[in-house]
């Protein structure tokens, strides 16, 4: 029997991503499992035509590694294949300086987007989800890839500093969602 993982091996930490692997054999003989469980939770979705769509969430930094194996959880490993986790976060709901204060009471105001590992080549939107904020150039969605991230070595991370404008009346936060995406594939939230 011969089981290929057919897998993007990048997950957002905390980040449940269904992902299709292609079984070449009889699919009820193969378990799907993780070479540590605390670092990834691994589930089957729904068997396919072509082999089974999993669930796979990683759950903390580290080393995992997707398992397929023969028959059980501790049977013979058919293939494996090790996930790269990273995580990308906005850095607004502990530091927001702000860079500016306008006539009328508005704001300008600066944050950064951290990224660990740096993984290059991903999509980014930022979108506002509060009213009262706007990005700096007055609208609500920001489009950019992770090679405009930059390394900041006094703090070892990668960063990507965004400015939004902030109404004087607003007594909340700038809250915006960030979707991650690589091709047309959604690998993070």
């Known amino acids: 029997m011969r089981v ?13 991503r269904e992902k299709e ?18 670092l990834l939770q691994v589930s089957v ?10 669930y796979l969430k990683p759950l903390k930094a ?6 397929a194996r ?8 058919l293939a494996q294949q090790e996930i790269d986790e990273f995580t990308i976060r906005s850095q607004s709901t502990a530091y927001i300086g702000v860079i500016e204060t306008f006539p009328d009471g508005a704001k300008l105001v600066q ?22 904020v706007t990005f700096e150039d ?3 969605d920001k489009f950019l890839t992770t090679n405009a991230f930059t390394y900041a070595p006094v703090s070892g991370k990668w960063l990507y500093a965004y400015r939004m404008i ?5 007594f909340t936060g700038t809250c915006h969602s960030i979707i991650v995406t690589q091709g047309s594939d959604r690998v993070g939230q």
């Open 166 to 170: 902030a109404t004087p009346d607003l």
């Open 4 to 16: 290929t993982v057919s897998l993007s091996p990048l997950l957002p930490i905390g980040y449940r």
């Open 62 to 67: 580290g080393t995992p590694i997707l398992q």
């Open 21 to 38: 692997v292609l079984i070449y054999g009889p699919s009820s003989a193969v378990f799907f499992t993780a070479n540590d469980p605390t």
């Open 138 to 140: 007055s609208t609500l």
């Open 70 to 77: 023969l028959g059980s959880p501790t049977g013979p490993i």
């Open 111 to 132: 944050t950064n987007l951290e990224m660990t590992p740096h993984v290059a080549d991903l999509d980014v939107k930022l979108h506002i989800i509060i009213r009262g």
């Open 45 to 54: 979705k729904a068997t396919t035509a072509r082999g089974v769509r999993l």
